[in-house]
């Protein structure tokens, strides 16, 4: 069995980094596409309202359009493995501010914060192993 498990890694990791990044995807169109998601009638409404009043950050519709890029652009460049370890970097912190903003209440039932919680460190582990060997960072001579 070990043999088929050395063989299958590297496909299963390259079909994770992929699934990780659709799913990214699913959240970053409606945004784009100013659609609704699920019970979110406006998606960027809700990530400026989460910015803005939940986190108090500054300039929320402009942090608001880089969320929506990352959870598009990034989310394609995820899943092809192009620049993996950046944006998978910057999604682990986008991860931990989600986390920070429903917490320290920790609502599990109520839009848990599980899956904020395990998306930032499952792209904090791709941030570290990086693209793997069917990425598209492999065709380049550096890979990021």
């Known amino acids: 069995m070990e043999v088929l498990y050395t063989r299958a890694e590297p496909i299963l990791y390259a079909v994770l980094r992929a699934a990780f990044g659709f799913i990214m995807l699913t959240h970053g169109l409606p945004k ?28 929320a519709p402009q942090l608001a359009f880089l969320v929506m890029l990352l959870e598009t652009a990034g989310a394609i460049m995820l899943a092809i493995g192009l620049w993996t370890r950046p944006v998978a970097l910057i999604i682990a912190l986008e991860m931990a501010g989600i986390s920070y903003a429903l917490g320290p209440t920790w609502p599990w039932i109520d839009r848990g914060i599980e899956f904020p919680v395990l998306m930032g460190f499952l792209a904090l582990y791709i941030a570290v192993r990086g693209g793997g060997r069917y990425a598209a960072d492999r065709q380049f001579k550096y890979a990021i």
């Open 32 to 59: 784009a596409l100013e659609t609704s998601h699920g019970s979110m009638a406006d998606p960027m409404a809700g990530s400026i309202n989460l910015i803005q009043n939940v986190m108090g950050l500054p300039f």
